[in-house]
Structures are given as structure tokens and as C-alpha cells.
């Protein structure tokens, strides 16, 4: 039986709040670098302990922040950011399972506070107060990192992300100036040291914008019109496993290449009057890190409203995004937090993180946190991971989010191109009009230079409900289901599902299995249309190790020919709770399964069986 390890104690600081903008573009007596999620009291690691903020483990234990390490430490986070000492021992049975080694380090990503104290294995709070504020233009807020159900613990550390501040100068901008004016602002303002690029209300009119390092651009209620952007940059990078889309970042309203702390605060708007759908983007940034987007609308963003690639600490909140195409693409990102974001309307995925091969190198996406959002997407995925894949992907929580549409799926997940994905949770997710509830899939499309398939491990659903299921991008909305299909020796492994509810239509006809994913390798047969037919109403699962369903209902309008549960290839089996609606034929179909449990599941009698050839209950 799988656990998850010791709940982490969440603590909030304060964070110093600016001090007053100086009119002009001077010099300050020292620019500041950035600070942690933890704010200015952040508390201190080191060998009697880790705190908040600056994940650590030690000789005597660690705390929240990273894994834990250390001689009586217990087991802490999962693989990520501050991973304990070596000798720990990862258990297949433990969820997440956490490192416990000897000796420890301090993590990446904190940074010791000031007035902090720490003690073992416990938080300190230290600094001056229990909140931080996550927007630049607000004196002081509560850094809200999502309320998690109860008995669920998030694998990835918000409070490690790194937030930008910048000096006390201001660089303004003059009512109506042009794209010269604005671009020597932010000149100006990154020679001098860094500082505020400031902008007068009204509308301008305006062709890419070059970010710098320093700089934070303030809109103070502007809206920003794209007219035009930059020529596409020559491809560099000799491999290709993406498309052209996502080669190019210089073709963008907004963009900028291997920058340190940059901002884009409002209130305000961009927007444009027709940015091209297949090529050209909003916000584009490449190998960057400390960025900061927070408290403006988007809307005509062309390809994509924001494609960051390889860059690092990313923080997105309170943004509202009407996307032409797609929302925000995360390409090999880490340490990131994005928090009270609506994201509606736009034909591609609203909120997809990806690994291809335009960084030139396999990168690891780690420690990323999506909370208190809304999404939906007309013809794609709502929470994607893919299609790209050929980074890992690790210590990922997702929570507190509304699904309002998902034309090929409300969640995905998809290994095509050798990524391992593990170390996951979903927690609190409302789903209604998707195709697809659920869908995870290792397949053998393999466009990079990695010619082995990858698996998934470790991820767990919780408190997630779907309704009013459609066809979207399916033949039909009777052909869609929660799908974990796996590979035969590219197992899914760990998977649980915890108080998941989904009402179906109904109406199906029985049907074969459909295509192996170790079949699938056409450039585009990742796409959940070709997981076709389905044998089952409401979940399918193939090549697993170790399935959890636990207080899982499906219903369903119509009478359905297949049964709820069709499984095949799965070792570790357990059914606890399981209610499905089905009034032709058998509830539940096996084939080799072994050390099968049933309980609190009827009409079916509880049951416990080591090896399964094939049987219907």
C-alpha cells in the first residue's frame, strides 16, 4: 500500500515592501538581486536543520524546502531542488518518496533571512512577519501557495522560487511614445544599473519591445498595442523536434534572451492587432531566470501569449489571458509559480509545460507550482505535459483549479520523446466539457536524439471531478474515457486516484482494445484520438505498476455496453471504495493482473488475489 511522506509545514513571510520609486534614472546606493518566496525573514539551513525558503538537510534532520537528509532525518520531498545526502533509498511502495541520506546539503533556490532562527526539524519563521506579497507594485499581500486537500502533500516547493526586485530608479515614458522611445527607457534604465521603466496612462502603438536585465516594466493602466515585431532569429540548434513555432523568440511583442530579473507588472493590457497564429508570440524569453509577470490582461497573442524556454524562477500570478492559440508554453522550466491565473478561449493548450530540443540539450522541468486558476482550451488540453517530452519532468503539483473546457483532454499527460515524468499531484481540479478527463500515455513517437521511451511514476490524483463529457477533438464523445496506458517495460508505476468522480454519457458499444503506444510513432499520434476504441466506459489501463483507485465513481446517462474498468497488464492492483454504474454485462475485466484487491466495493465481494489470467467481476 502506497503512503505519502510527512505533510510539509507551509510558512509565509514578509517580504520588505519597495521603498518609494525615485523620479528619473539615477543611481542607487545598492540594487538588491532578488529574495526567495520566503521573503526577507526567510529562514536559515544548515547542519542543525532546514526552514522555509532555503531547502536544507544536515546532520541532525531537514524540513520543508527540499529533501530531507541527515542522521534521524526522515524522509522528505521528492527528487528536486536540495536533495538530501547520499545513501537514501527510494521505496516503489512510498509515493513521492523522499531520499533519506546522511549528511545533506543546503538546497537551491533559498536564501538565508535576516532575523531568522532555525531549530531542528522544525519551520522558522523569523523576518518580521507571517506574509510576502507576490506582486512588485503592491506594498504588502498574502503569498497564497494553494490550500491543499487534507491528507495530500505537494511534491514541488513554491516558497523556494526566487522573485526579482530592482533598484529604487525610475525610467519613465512619456505619453504616446514610440517603439524607439520605449526601447532606449529600458537602454537607459539597464546601463544605469536597473530600475522601473514606467509608462503614462493611454494607448501605445508599438513594434517589439527589447527586456533587459534589471528591469521591471510598470504599465500603471497603459495599454500596449503590438503592430509588428522583429524578424524570426536564425534556428541555431541542429536538432529538430518541434515545430517552427516554438524555434524563435525574437518575432514577439515582448522578448529577450539569457536575462537576469525582469518584470512585467501592471495594471495594464497588451495586445495586438494580429499577431500571426503559427509563428509569432506575446512574451517570449529564452535561457532566463528571475521573472516576475503579474497583474495585467492579454489578448490577439498570436502563437502563443508566453513561451518561455530553459529559463529558470518564474512567478505568474493574477493574469488574465484570452489567447489566440496557445496560453503559456513552459519548455524545460523550473522553480515556478503561478497562482491566480484565467487562461480561456484559445484553440491550442491553455497551460502546457514541455521539454524539446531548442535549448541544444536535455533539461530537466523541476519544481513547479500551478494553484488557484481557471483554464480552458476549444480544441486541445487544459493541463498539458507534451507534447514535447524529452527532458524529464519532476515535482509538479497542480490544485485549486477549474477546467471549463478540454476539446482532447482536462488533464494530459504524455511521454513521447523519452522523458521520465514523475513525482506529481493533482489536488481539487473541477472539470466540465472535456474530451478526455484524464489521459496518460507513453508512446514510441521518440523525435529526439533519446531512442528509449520514458514512464511515469509517483502521481496522484485527488478530489477531481468531471462532467458534461464531449467528443471534442474525438470521433466521439462515447469513445473517451480516464486512460493510464503505459508501455510493456515503460510501465506507469504508482499511479493513484482519490475521490475521483466523473458521470459519462454513456451509450457505448463494446470494442476492441486500441493501439499500443509502442505502435504510435507518428509525428502527431501522441494526439488522444488515436487512443481508439476503448473497451470501456470509464477507465482503461495497460502495463501499470501499482494502481490505487480509491473512492472512485463513475456514472453515467445512458446504458453502456462496456464495462466501467477494463485492465490489462497491471501488478499491484487495489479497489477501494469503487462505484460504477452498468446495467449490461460485467462491472470489471482483467487480464494478467496481479496481487488484486478488492474492498467496500459492491455488489462485488471483496476480494484478494495474487495472479489473474483473465476474469470478469
Known amino acids: 500500500m502506497q503512503t505519502w511522506p510527512r505533510a510539509r509545514r507551509w510558512t509565509f513571510l514578509l517580504l520588505a515592501a519597495p521603498a518609494a520609486l525615485a523620479i528619473g534614472c539615477r543611481s542607487p546606493a545598492s540594487p538588491d538581486s532578488s529574495t526567495s518566496h520566503a521573503g526577507t525573514g526567510g529562514a536559515t539551513g544548515g547542519a542543525t536543520g532546514g526552514a522555509t525558503g532555503g531547502a536544507t538537510g544536515g546532520a541532525t534532520g531537514g524540513a520543508t524546502g527540499g529533501a530531507t537528509g541527515g542522521v534521524g532525518g526522515t524522509s522528505g520531498s521528492a527528487v528536486g531542488p536540495g536533495i538530501g545526502g547520499s545513501g537514501g533509498t527510494h521505496s516503489a511502495s512510498t509515493l513521492l518518496g523522499g531520499a533519506s541520506g546522511s549528511g545533506g546539503m543546503v ?73 524607439a522611445a520605449v526601447n532606449k527607457a529600458i537602454a537607459d534604465c539597464n546601463a544605469a544599473g536597473g530600475g522601473v521603466v514606467t509608462f503614462a496612462a493611454g494607448t501605445y502603438s508599438l513594434g517589439s519591445l527589447h527586456l533587459m536585465s534589471n528591469v521591471k516594466l510598470d504599465l500603471r493602466g497603459a495599454t500596449l498595442r503590438n503592430t509588428g515585431t522583429d524578424p524570426a532569429e536564425p534556428y541555431s540548434t541542429p536538432v529538430h523536434c518541434s515545430d517552427e513555432g516554438h524555434r524563435h523568440w525574437h518575432n514577439a511583442f515582448l522578448w529577450g534572451e539569457n536575462l537576469t530579473r525582469v518584470a512585467v507588472v501592471g495594471p495594464g493590457t497588451l495586445t495586438s492587432t494580429g499577431l500571426d497564429f503559427d509563428a509569432e508570440k506575446m512574451i517570449a524569453l529564452k535561457g532566463s531566470s528571475e521573472l516576475l509577470f503579474d497583474n495585467f490582461k492579454m489578448s490577439n497573442t498570436g502563437h502563443f501569449a508566453f513561451l518561455l524556454t530553459g529559463c529558470t524562477d518564474i512567478t505568474m500570478t493574477n493574469l488574465t489571458i484570452n489567447p489566440s492559440r496557445d496560453g503559456v508554453d513552459l519548455m524545460q522550466c523550473s522553480n515556478v509559480y503561478a497562482s491566480k491565473l484565467t487562461i480561456t478561449g484559445g484553440g491550442d493548450d491553455a497551460f502546457a509545460l514541455k521539454s524539446d530540443c531548442e535549448m541544444g540539450k536535455r533539461m530537466v522541468s523541476d519544481n513547479i507550482t500551478v494553484t488557484d486558476s481557471t483554464f480552458s482550451s476549444t480544441n486541445c488540453n487544459a493541463l498539458q505535459i507534451g507534447s514535447e517530452t524529452w527532458g524529464d519532468f519532476q515535482n509538479i503539483s497542480w490544485s485549486n483549479i477549474k477546467v471549463l473546457r478540454g476539446g482532447k483532454s482536462g488533464i494530459g499527460i504524455q511521454s513521447n520523446d523519452g522523458a521520465v515524468i514523475r513525482n506529481m499531484s493533482y489536488d481539487n481540479i473541477t472539470m466540465a466539457n472535456v474530451s478526455f478527463p484524464i489521459f496518460m500515455s507513453v508512446t514510441s513517437i521518440l523525435r529526439a536524439s533519446t531512442k528509449t521511451p520514458g514512464h511515469m511514476e509517483n502521481i496522484r490524483f485527488s478530489n477531481i471531478t468531471a462532467t458534461d463529457i464531449i467528443a471534442g477533438n474525438n470521433a466521439s464523445a462515447q469513445q473517451t474515457a480516464i486512460v493510464l496506458s503505459g508501455q510493456t517495460g515503460n510501465f506507469l508505476k504508482n499511479i493513484v486516484l482519490d475521490r475521483v468522480t466523473v458521470d459519462f454519457p454513456g451509450g457505448g458499444k463494446t470494442s476492441g482494445d486500441p493501439p ?34 480509491r473512492k472512485v465513481t463513475f456514472t453515467h446517462a445512458q446504458v453502456d455496453a462496456r464495462p466501467a474498468l477494463v485492465g490489462r497488464d497491471i501488478s499491484g492492483l487495489l479497489l477501494d471504495t469503487f462505484k460504477a454504474d452498468n446495467a449490461v454485462g460485467s462491472l470489471i475485466e482483467l487480464e494478467t493482473t496481479k496481487n488484486l484487491t478488492i474492498t467496500g466495493s459492491p455488489p462485488i465481494a471483496d476480494t484478494s488475489l495474487p495472479s489473474v489470467d483473465k476474469k470478469s467481476f
Open 107 to 179: 538546497g537551491s533556490g533559498g536564501r538565508s533571512g535576516t532575523g531568522g532562527t532555525t531549530t531542528p526539524q522544525t519551520t522558522s519563521a523569523g523576518g518580521t512577519g507571517g506574509i510576502r506579497s507576490t506582486t512588485e507594485a503592491k506594498d504588502a499581500g498574502v503569498r497564497d501557495t494553494g490550500v491543499l486537500d487534507a491528507g495530500v502533500t505537494r511534491p514541488s516547493t513554491p516558497e523556494t522560487v526566487k522573485v526579482p526586485t530592482f533598484p529604487d530608479r525610475t525610467c519613465p515614458v512619456a505619453a504616446g511614445a514610440n517603439t
Open 516 to 549: 499500443e503506444g509502442s505502435t504510435l510513432t507518428g509525428a502527431t499520434s501522441y494526439n488522444p484520438r488515436y487512443m481508439n476504441p476503448l473497451p470501456a466506459y470509464g477507465l482503461f489501463g495497460r502495463h501499470i505498476q501499482g494502481l490505487e483507485l
